[in-house]
């Protein structure tokens, strides 16, 4: 039943967070996210989207998480959490964008539009959980939140400062109280707890060494790995973390997942010993990546793909250990998914393999359709779900099969138990890397062995308006500006393997290139020249892109 009025929702918005600027935003890759001056009327707005959307869904919890993730400091964002922990369903991005863009004056009339188009009930109940990084314009954003969802009579409770996946989390386990409990010492005992359990079982063999270094991006992840750390003695795993957000240490600059992926250069502030295992957060603490540096320090990167070859590798071992054929594993993947790492699924792991769009919403939803899902992006984005039927099987034989399935059914217990799936998390994610070295008895270079990457380079390029670039068949072809991908065939047509794309951010005002081919510098001079190519038919402004020095 909708509301007679709605002036309440004016007047927070005039009093307190007036849209001061006119430039049109869009719920994008991963919600909104721009400059942060940009954002406190968005963020408000959301509030009153997010008591919709909880009504929609019967009063069950939404999340909110105000977080520009791997954006440097100035830019903010924030973005909604489905009742499942999974990111908003992707037909109300439109209403976000719809309710972001208009003017304070036309804020009521639309609030009242898209409750009745949604057909939601405000008389009901609805509950929202706030959550922030550590950037310091979130809590005047998370404050324009919980206005909101005050405006429209929700019940909003902020958790302060935690990582995205921590509020993915909460989120899952208020609507569901089987998955866990909803508070931060509540995900501890869940993921450290298995962990502790597995490693009983495992026991430190062959190369594996439990001493990790871990760069946490100057940002909430890691602080939170300090609690983490107490938990566990030294044989458990030795956690020495760098780039904790102290004074003057900028967040995700010169760090950070995303500049190890991106610029293929390691962290600074991290002491540089050959071969020692480091694990690479983002701001947000959603995303890993793991590298280390040879004795002629050398920087070999172990990205998304490698950790969802890992992670599928062990969980395809024990399901063999389990004696079933019931559960079927599929891998998914993105178009930056270096092209080595699909053929070592394909060839090697004979493991089925999907690529879908950038974005964790659409590696999420393809991922439940196998029994068992793995999704990373390259960038390190990413986790395991894990269907009913798969954990049922998998429990009726910890409990009832022979002994050897069985013992191999009570680790893939603790593995799941381990796993968040409502979104990629790095600390999850880390402790299930680990959890699998450990088991497997291997250093990172062996790790590193495995497969050979194909030689890559991702470069930006700034176009007066990235829209201009539409893409399809899973963003490896542009359908426009004319012409583009005509020459983008023809670049790579020059070199042996090659492979490239261009498609537009859906997290910053640039469009992204991605090139790989059979060496480093082939690789950048064919991402170089097709940054030339988006920059001259796509409206490129600004100077041209430069050629990044190669590492060979
Ligand atoms: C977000 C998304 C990721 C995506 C990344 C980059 O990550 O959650 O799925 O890969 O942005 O997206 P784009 O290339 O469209 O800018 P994060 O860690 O920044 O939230």
Do not use: M
């Given at each position: 039943m909708p509301p007679s009025s709605l002036r309440v929702v004016y007047a927070f918005a005039r009093e307190m967070h007036p849209k001061t600027t006119d430039v049109f935003i869009q719920y994008g890759t991963a919600g909104f996210r721009t400059k942060a001056i940009l954002l406190e009327h968005v963020v408000y707005r959301m509030g009153l989207l997010a008591v919709i959307r909880s009504r929609v869904k019967n009063g069950r919890t939404i999340g909110m998480m105000i977080t520009a993730s791997h954006n440097l400091e100035p830019d903010n964002g924030v973005k909604l959490v489905d009742p499942d922990g999974e990111m908003l369903e992707e037909e109300w991005e439109a209403h976000a964008t719809k309710l972001a863009n208009?003017?304070?004056?036309?804020?009521?009339?639309?609030t009242m539009e898209i409750i009745q188009e949604v057909k939601a009930d405000m008389t009901l109940k609805a509950s929202v959980f706030i959550g922030m990084d550590t950037r310091y314009t979130s809590p005047r954003l998370a404050a324009a939140a919980a206005n909101g969802v005050i405006a429209l009579k929700g019940t909003p409770k902020e958790f302060g400062i935690v990582t995205t996946p921590m509020l993915h989390f909460f989120v899952k386990c208020r609507n569901d109280n089987s998955y866990g409990t909803p508070t931060e010492e509540g995900y501890y005992e869940k993921i450290i707890g298995a962990y502790k359990n597995m490693r009983k079982s495992l026991p430190t063999k062959g190369d594996y060494s439990p001493c990790l270094y871990v760069d946490g991006a100057n940002g909430v992840g890691g602080k939170k790995l300090k609690n983490v750390k107490?938990?566990?003695d030294e044989e458990e795993l030795e956690l020495h973390l760098f780039n904790l957000g102290g004074s003057g240490e900028k967040l995700n600059l010169g760090c950070g997942a995303d500049h190890?992926?991106?610029t293929q250069t390691p962290a600074k502030g991290i002491p540089s010993t050959p071969y020692q295992r480091i694990a690479s957060l983002d701001g947000d603490g959603d995303r890993l990546v793991y590298y280390y540096t040879d004795d002629k320090d050398k920087m070999h990167l172990l990205d998304g793909d490698r950790i969802a070859t890992l992670l599928a590798s062990y969980i395809t071992e024990l399901l063999q250990r389990?004696?079933?054929t019931e559960v079927q594993l599929g891998i998914v993947q993105t178009a930056y998914a270096n092209?080595?790492?699909t053929k070592y699924i394909t060839d090697t792991l004979k493991i089925p393999v999907q690529c879908v769009k950038t974005g964790v919403k659409h590696l999420h939803s393809a991922a439940h359709k196998y029994?068992?899902?793995v999704y990373f992006e390259a960038n390190g984005h990413g986790t395991v779900l894990y269907s009913s039927k798969a954990k049922n099987v998998i429990s009726r034989i910890a409990r009832e099969g022979d002994p050897e399935p069985r013992e191999a059914a009570k680790l893939l217990s603790q593995f799941i138990e381990m796993t968040n799936e409502t979104v990629g998390d790095a600390i999850s994610d880390l402790l299930l890397v680990e959890t699998v070295l450990c088991a497997r008895g291997i250093s990172a270079l062996q790790w590193m062995q495995l497969y050979t990457d194909l030689p890559c380079r991702q470069l930006k390029v700034t176009v007066a308006d990235r829209n201009a670039i539409q893409t399809t068949d899973a963003e490896r072809q542009c359908t426009s500006p004319e012409g583009l991908q005509q020459r983008i065939n023809e670049l790579v047509a020059k070199y042996p393997s090659g492979r490239a794309f261009a498609r537009p951010s859906g997290t910053e005002d640039i469009v992204r290139v991605y090139a790989e081919a059979e060496s480093q510098l082939e690789a950048d001079t064919l991402a170089a020249?097709?940054?030339?190519a988006v920059f001259d038919l796509a409206g490129g402004v600004g100077a041209r892109p430069e050629l990044p020095a190669t590492q060979e």
């Open positions: 208009v003017s304070d004056n036309d804020l009521e009339a639309t107490k938990n566990f190890v992926k991106v389990c004696e079933t092209g080595a790492s029994d068992i899902g020249e097709v940054c030339q």
